[in-house]
DNA sequence: CCCTTTGGTCAAGTAGCTTGACCTAATGTC
DNA sequence: GACATTAGGTCAAGCTACTTGACCAAAGGG
């Protein structure tokens, strides 16, 4: 095998995964910074699954890629800090439909202000017109498979 | 704000997120399908921090963001399974100096390799000319702290 | 020479998951 | 419509990769 085809590799995996890590740390910044304090990451991953209709917690769970167990203890962690809420179900009455409150949805405002923020800097640093181009590479390489990262 | 810049934000900082953990996913398979098992990304981190010339604990500490505890908790595991030694250090009698064994040589060189892999594989999707400019956008953003994720 | 800093270790605690057992409601299948 | 299987959720216990805190010994600066 070429080295240095390796090499390249190796650069573009590191820069991916550093530069997600930043990504992660600006964002959960941005959003301390904007008041909500006690939230992690994988929260943020929550409530973008349950910000267009809520969803079930067994739905959470496989979108994060946990169990469902873990999935309820988070939704517990969510329901004691008044982010989401806990009702019956329209057409199933064993699931429980968890949906963002109106906190929750102000802390997805939050969050996707963060975010917005963290990649204008980035756009500055590297050119608006690349941003689209970046988008789309990136999104071409993170379909399938559950979005928390397994690290 | 206006809403579509942050929609954008959200987008980008999303496919990021979800490519890197893509990445971590595909490298990780790739170590163990070569045969090493029982590593997580955390260590592949460690091996490529002491891969050139070795290091400290306290470094290595640094390097991935975690308490120098946490650091040495993980060099002891490696050495346990043969994968780096400790020795004395050459200029600080109260250093120990970490290196990696030849299994942690061809650990890592499975690493670069699953890496270069998985790297080439989005290269076929997003085409080969593209691969480089990605690789310097990423590393534009990952200048600065700790490469180990925080989620 | 101290005095402070730095590399490292020991001990204990914790957060965020896991596996396993179980209950109840929905969904076939006949 | 009875029955078996599947699926959503909870309770309980355990584990692992971290953490904080206290401490020791060597390095290094004034």
Not at 128 to 134: T, V
């Amino acid at each position: 095998m070429d080295p240095s085809t390796n090499e390249d590799g190796v650069g573009l995996a590191f820069a991916l995964l550093a530069s997600a890590a930043r990504m992660a740390e600006r964002i959960d910044e941005g959003v301390v910074r904007r008041g909500f304090t006690g939230l992690r990451p994988t929260h943020g991953f929550a409530f973008a699954f349950l910000a267009p209709a809520g969803g079930t917690v067994t739905g959470l769970a496989a979108h994060l890629g946990v169990t469902k167990q873990a999935a309820a203890q988070l939704v517990d962690e969510l329901e004691a800090k008044g982010y989401v809420r806990r009702g019956p179900h329209p057409h199933d009455a064993r699931a429980r439909l968890v949906e963002l409150t109106e906190a929750g949805r102000a802390c997805t405002r939050a969050a996707e202000a963060a975010a917005a923020e963290a990649a204008g800097a980035w756009s500055e640093a590297i050119g608006a017109d690349r941003m689209g181009q970046l988008r789309r590479d990136l999104e071409r390489m993170a379909e399938g498979g559950p979005i928390r990262p397994t690290w």
